[in-house]
């Protein structure tokens, strides 16, 4: 199982972000995507999950209406969309999927909100 994620950097408050995970090595449309993310000193938290056909979504309380989670299972990919920014929002964002007991991350994308 392999997750690549992409597309953090460095915003204004304010700013967007789109952040990619590329999956491979397991059977993508399969299963439940979710996002992380981890800011410096605190526990890693749930951002935003989406259901193996897309269907279903939910996310944290500190980013409904800002932020947007969606896959394309042929492109084996899970997106999110990061509207608003807020300087709170700086972490580590990771990409998750759980199989069976285990879950696998990718090697995270930096965001940095910050004028």
């Known amino acids: 199982v392999q997750l690549v994620e992409s597309g953090g950097g460095l915003v204004q408050p304010g700013g967007s972000l789109r952040l990619s995970c590329v999956a491979s090595g397991f059977t993508f449309s399969r299963y439940d995507m979710s996002w992380y993310c981890q800011a410096p000193g605190k526990e890693r938290e749930l951002v935003a999950a989406i259901t193996s056909d897309g269907g279903s979504t939910n996310y944290a309380d500190s980013v409904k209406g800002r932020f947007t989670i969606s896959r394309d299972n042929a492109k084996k990919a899970v997106y999110l969309q990061l509207n608003s920014l807020k300087p709170e929002d700086t972490a580590v964002y990771y990409c998750?999927?759980?199989?069976?007991?285990?879950?696998?991350w990718g090697q995270g994308t930096q965001v940095t909100v910050s004028s």
């Open positions: 998750n999927v759980r199989i069976g007991v285990r879950r696998y």
